[in-house]
């Protein structure tokens, strides 16, 4: 009978150790992404600025709000949030790779049947109640011989830096949104300043008709078509307004600050729209400075990690447990010597019939891992697009805001010379209201390119990543 152990541990150990080589880990490619070697769209390296040169950086409005965001938005709030979590959760990995110690303490009062020990109990040897008293100290220790705990703890680790990594995408998608929306508040005044020039400039013309009107030298019908001009210049004017309730309410969701505060620090005088040279950068610079790259690669990380894990799940888990306590009948005993009782075990368990449990935990891992993988090879060509078409818009903004601004330096000096001939009497009134109405808007035109140039510099430096790698 001696045997019957040793012999079922011999006949239960080759399928032990079956399970274990059974499901093995899937080996899963992922290769780096091929990366071009430059952007098709970006410029000459010796003509570019900062990388932060592209932001407001003068703009007072734009420190205050950005400050604000930083402190009080709550998209990032909500983002610093979920880095606590991810580190709550490393933590609670490392510790379960650390022995468990609890303690309990009980009092226990039985009561019994005598009658059921026989001659003993009605004898009264065996007392019908009885009260005992306990404490324990029980502490258990996976020691993790084949690193599953292990595995694990660095899963939780990677998704740390995926978390930070996400968060980072938000303060700098923040930052952009305050930027594009304080650039668009500077465009609406560059846009005001356009259109009341268009507005005084038109009550000239139509003083100008009215002294000529009076003088009997033109009809009446000039001074009207003057005033119509300028009439139409303040209806535009006063359609910004509106324009500027909604960044107003923009800027309140972003910054988390009430209207006023929005308000007033919009006040504050700003620089004049000056684009800064667009800075060149390489596609390989993408993948240490945009968050969503590194958020991938984290997430592949902990993905790989979690495989590695499922696939321990095969072999055998070794647990050591003890247990040290006081135990008495009578409070008075409790602390005597006697009283002092102990436990130590060792148990090993693993996998033998699990009918496919541990290979569909490997498989749904390994499928996970699959999907991390693209997820992260789609994070790159998403950068490397967004880089590509942000070079693309700047290269096309500024195309089109120095030909903007010619426009409105042309049409502006047709106009004037028209009027100088018009007081000379070399020109019609209908011509100078033609070179009137030709050169109302252009300044408005300019200073609305001028801002899509400031735009897409802001868009340019989120698709970059925002800030290089060596200061973050």
Do not use: H
Not at 54 to 78: F, N, V, Y
Not at 303 to 320: C, E, G, K, N, Q
Request: glycine share 8%.
């Amino acid at each position: 009978m001696r045997r019957l152990p040793s012999a079922l541990t011999a006949a239960l150990l080759p399928l032990t150790l079956a399970a274990c080589i059974a499901n093995p880990a899937p080996e899963i490619a992922t290769p780096a992404p091929d990366l071009p070697p430059a952007f098709f769209y970006q410029p000459d390296s010796a003509a570019g600025a900062e990388l932060a040169a592209l932001m407001p950086q003068g703009d007072p409005a734009w420190r205050t709000l950005s400050e604000a965001a930083i402190a009080e938005g709550p998209s990032l709030a909500e983002a610093l949030a979920r880095i606590d979590s991810a580190r709550a959760g490393a933590r609670r990995a490392g510790a379960d790779r650390l022995p468990n110690i609890t303690a309990d303490g009980d009092v226990t009062r039985n009561r019994i049947n005598p009658a059921q020990f026989g001659q003993a109990g009605q004898q009264g040897f065996i007392p019908r109640e009885q009260s005992s008293y306990g404490a324990n100290i029980v502490a258990s220790w996976d020691p993790d011989l084949f690193g599953q705990l292990k595995a694990q703890e660095r899963a939780a680790i990677a998704r740390i830096d995926a978390a930070s990594a996400q968060a980072q995408g938000v303060r700098l998608a923040l930052l952009a949104e305050i930027a594009a929306s304080v650039t668009d508040w500077r465009v609406l005044d560059a846009r005001a300043a356009a259109i009341e020039a268009d507005g005084t400039a038109a009550r000239q013309l139509a003083s100008l008709a009215k002294v000529r009107e009076d003088a009997g030298i033109a009809p009446g019908f000039d001074r009207v078509r003057a005033e119509a001009t300028a009439s139409s210049s303040a209806v535009r004017l006063a359609a910004l307004d509106s324009e500027r309730a909604r960044l107003i309410g923009r800027l309140v969701t972003l910054t988390g600050q009430d209207g006023a505060s929005v308000r007033a620090a919009l006040a504050a005088p700003a620089p004049v729209l000056a684009p800064a040279p667009a800075p060149a950068g390489l596609p390989s610079d993408l993948l240490a400075n945009r968050p969503d790259v590194a958020a991938a690669a984290a997430n592949l990380a902990a993905s790989d990690a979690d495989l590695a894990a499922a696939a321990r799940a095969r072999f055998p888990r070794i647990t050591l447990s003890g247990v040290i306590g006081l135990l008495a009948f009578d409070p008075e005993d409790f602390f005597d010597s006697d009283s002092i009782i102990g436990t130590l075990t060792a148990g090993i368990a693993g996998p033998l019939l699990d009918f496919g449990r541990v290979g569909a935990g490997i498989d749904a891992a390994a499928a996970d891992k699959r999907a991390a993988f693209a997820a992260y090879r789609g994070a790159v060509f998403t950068a490397l697009g967004d880089a590509e078409a942000a070079y693309g818009v700047v290269t096309a903004a500024d195309n089109e805001a120095r030909l903007s601004v010619a426009e409105r330096d042309q049409l502006t000096r047709a106009a004037s010379l028209a009027e100088t001939r018009y007081r000379a009497g070399l020109a019609s009134f209908l011509e100078v209201l033609e070179a009137r109405r030709a050169a109302d808007a252009s300044g408005e035109r300019a200073a609305a390119a001028l801002g899509r140039a400031q735009r897409a510099r802001i868009a340019l430096w989120q698709a970059l990543g925002g800030e290089p790698a060596s200061a973050s």
